[in-house]
């Protein structure tokens, strides 16, 4: 969906659109729509939500960095113009995923479970591997 800076899809002024499936002008970067990351979608849901319950006002973001892992201790981060990588890049960017997290309790049992998975090797059991169970009576 195209959108105007007010995030309403274009024909349909009483319509709204954000986040990956849509194409979201940025008063801070008007040479180039919005990526489709998960940091610009919220930031397109706040005002969105704000412009809802409010007068509206374009939108508009200016990114701080990027972050990515790349695997156990190993990570790329590009903060403030300031680049690091391998453990300091990982470091910054769990930290920046725990600071992302909403509720405290939540950030405590991530943070809980990346200090014992620190002691261990890799677990490797996953959910995904296990399947789906079969319905009752069925064969
Ligand atoms: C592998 C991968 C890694 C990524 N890593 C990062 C990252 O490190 N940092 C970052 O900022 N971004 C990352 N992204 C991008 C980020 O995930 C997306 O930009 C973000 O999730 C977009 O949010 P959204 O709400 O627009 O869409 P989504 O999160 O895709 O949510 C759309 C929801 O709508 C549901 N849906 C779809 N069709 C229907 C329907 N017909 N009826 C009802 N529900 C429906 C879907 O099931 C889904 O739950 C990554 C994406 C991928 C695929």
Known sequence: MIVDELLRVEGH???SAIGDGARVPNEA???RP?????????????RLA???SGRPKPYRYRMLGQVATLGRYRGIADVF?????GFPGWFVTRTYHLYQ????????????DWTVSLLFRRDIAELGML??????GDG
Not at 131 to 136: A, N, Y
């Open 50 to 52: 704000k412009n809802l």
């Open 29 to 31: 970067t008007p040479d």
């Open 81 to 85: 113009g300031i680049r690091l990588r």
């Open 131 to 136: 399947g789906h169970t079969k319905p009752v």
């Open 13 to 15: 002024p009483n319509i």
């Open 101 to 112: 997290l909403p509720l405290l309790s939540r950030k405590l049992r991530v943070v809980t």
């Open 34 to 46: 919005d990526p489709p990351t998960s940091q610009h979608a919220l930031r397109q849901a706040r």
